[in-house]
């Protein structure tokens, strides 16, 4: 359904200037049967060294801006409600007997665990250290990263596909998870009908993970503004998750490209260098 295709426009998005220390640019465009094209791009350092120099304290404070935002919404927007949850499904658990409500309770019980494990990764993305590299096996992470995802799949009705071949690629693997984890979810939420495929292709230029799914699409209009942290693609969200995105594939150096076709669906892909 996403092919390459010829781009006949193509619009750069110039930033305000108290905009323009982001680490990625959005750039749109758009083919003639309407598919709606993106990508984040790093921006080219200058000629002049001072303004290199300047370009890179405005990323610094713009990375620290963001921490502080990620670690202010999880503290009182997340922990808080976990609590509730946990506390609830404490209560209710003595009332259950039957074997469906059951496996739902513990589907529940695992998302409150999979949700603390998350708020100590967005600790952990909202510092600057350096990525841990090992070799990754790209099956065994996409597997992993959808498994908390199938439940909610199948309660939709959708069906959730992980093509891969074990191979492997040298990387953090946290950073990594937290990135196809995401993608998951926000296709999951989105999508109404149909399914979501989770695949991996051998590039020239590295490995590149595809997450397609059959939902409404992107107007292009939304493309550019995804990956800010106040943006959230679901009533109720916090606009987390593709932010955790954007700063995890900045820091592996990876590169996000976004097609999708209003009515049809959408493709996120994360390319992920040798």
Same mark, same amino acid.
């Given at each position: 359904?996403? =092919? /390459?295709?010829?781009?006949?426009?193509?619009? $750069?998005?110039?930033?305000?200037?108290?905009?323009?220390? @982001?680490?990625?640019?959005?750039?749109?465009?758009? !083919?003639?049967?309407?598919?709606? %094209?993106?990508?984040?791009?790093?921006?080219?350092?200058?000629?002049?060294?001072?303004?290199?120099?300047?370009?890179?304290?405005?990323?610094?404070?713009?990375? #620290?801006? @963001?921490?502080?935002?990620?670690?202010?919404?999880?503290?009182?927007? *997340?922990?808080?409600?976990? =609590?509730?949850?946990?506390?609830?499904?404490?209560?209710?658990?003595?009332?259950?007997?039957?074997?469906?409500?059951?496996?739902?309770?513990?589907?529940?019980?695992?998302?409150?665990?999979?949700?603390?494990?998350?708020?100590?990764?967005?600790?952990?993305?909202?510092? *600057?250290?350096?990525?841990?590299?090992?070799?990754?096996?790209? /099956? &065994?992470?996409?597997? /992993?990263?959808?498994?908390?995802?199938? $439940?909610?799949?199948?309660?939709?009705?959708?069906?959730?596909?992980?093509?891969?071949?074990?191979?492997?690629?040298?990387?953090?693997?946290?950073?990594?998870?937290?990135?196809?984890?995401?993608?998951?979810?926000?296709?999951? $939420?989105?999508?109404? #009908?149909?399914?979501?495929?989770?695949?991996?292709?051998?590039?020239? &230029?590295?490995?590149?993970?595809?997450?397609? &799914?059959?939902?409404?699409?992107?107007?292009?209009?939304?493309?550019?503004?995804? %990956?800010?942290?106040?943006?959230?693609?679901?009533?109720?969200?916090?606009?987390?998750? *593709?932010?955790?995105?954007?700063?995890?594939?900045?820091?592996?150096?990876?590169?996000?490209?976004?097609?999708?076709?209003?009515?049809?669906? #959408?493709?996120? !892909?994360?390319?992920?260098?040798?």
């Amino acid at each position: 359904m996403f =092919q /390459d295709q010829v781009i006949t426009e193509s619009r $750069h998005r110039e930033a305000p200037a108290k905009e323009r220390h @982001r680490a990625f640019t959005p750039i749109l465009a758009r !083919s003639p049967e309407g598919v709606v %094209f993106g990508r984040l791009e790093a921006p080219r350092a200058g000629i002049n060294d001072r303004a290199v120099l300047r370009r890179a304290m405005e990323d610094a404070e713009a990375r #620290s801006a @963001r921490a502080a935002y990620l670690m202010a919404a999880a503290g009182h927007d *997340l922990r808080q409600p976990l =609590q509730v949850i946990a506390l609830a499904l404490d209560r209710i658990a003595p009332g259950l007997t039957d074997a469906g409500q059951l496996d739902w309770l513990d589907v529940a019980r695992g998302e409150v665990s999979n949700l603390s494990e998350g708020l100590t990764e967005l600790a952990v993305a909202a510092r *600057l250290a350096e990525p841990q590299t090992h070799l990754v096996r790209l /099956d &065994d992470l996409l597997t /992993d990263a959808t498994v908390g995802w199938r $439940h909610h799949a199948a309660a939709r009705g959708l069906r959730l596909r992980v093509v891969a071949r074990p191979w492997t690629v040298r990387s953090d693997r946290r950073l990594l998870s937290t990135i196809v984890r995401n993608l998951v979810g926000n296709a999951v $939420h989105n999508t109404r #009908s149909g399914g979501v495929l989770v695949a991996c292709r051998r590039r020239s &230029d590295g490995f590149r993970v595809d997450v397609i &799914d059959t939902g409404p699409g992107l107007p292009e209009g939304e493309v550019a503004e995804l %990956f800010e942290a106040h943006r959230s693609g679901r009533p109720g969200g916090l606009g987390l998750g *593709l932010t955790l995105v954007r700063d995890a594939a900045e820091r592996l150096g990876c590169h996000i490209t976004i097609c999708s076709i209003a009515g049809r669906g #959408s493709r996120f !892909s994360i390319t992920i260098p040798r």
